[in-house]
């Protein structure tokens, strides 16, 4: 570091610095990682807790996610504490409370979001949770319309994703 970067009081952090040596505990690998979404739309029964078929990985950093179960298990030695984030959104169907939520171990609910609004509303939100080596987790959708509806595809529609944080 030049010696103009350094104030009488302290280091200005508004200034720029070129590090030619290696800087250590800043930040973290965020691994493991996993983001995957609905590859097509998906018909789901009214009044039934429904797996969301999310069968389109982005990335999935250490293999645990299943595109045949849609289910995600942390991986061994990775238990700490993740953020998980998750999106429903409907095709069109008529205003009905509809629920979107993430289930650990296929009971334990971890998250929870509901939607009464319009036709292409969503479900959306995130959490920090804990989780275990081993533990799976995936993504539930339960509506009240009151006959079968469609849940949209795509990226930016339907998607469950989650990275690790920290032990």
Not at 143 to 161: D, E, P, R, S, V
Request: net charge negative; hydrophobic share 35%; glycine share 14%.
């Amino acid at each position: 570091m030049a010696i103009d970067k350094i104030q009488s009081e302290s280091i200005n952090l508004a200034d720029n610095f070129a590090f030619t040596g290696t800087v250590t505990g800043a930040g973290g690998t965020n691994t493991p990682a996993f983001f995957a979404h609905l590859g097509s739309n998906q018909n789901i029964s009214t009044g039934t807790h429904t797996t969301v078929a999310l069968n389109t990985e982005i990335f999935d950093t250490n293999n645990g996610f299943d595109t045949g179960t849609y289910k995600y298990t942390i991986p061994s030695g990775q238990g700490g504490k993740y953020l998980i984030t998750a999106c429903i959104r409907r095709e069109g169907f008529n205003p009905a409370r509809f629920n979107a939520y993430v289930l650990k171990n296929n009971s334990v609910g971890l998250w929870n979001g509901e939607n009464v609004g319009g036709s292409y509303d969503t479900a959306q939100g995130s959490s920090i949770v804990s989780l275990s080596a081993g533990d799976v987790i995936h993504l539930v959708i339960y509506h009240t319309n009151g006959n079968t509806q469609a849940i949209m595809n795509g990226l930016g529609n339907t998607f469950f994703g989650a990275f690790k944080l920290v032990e």
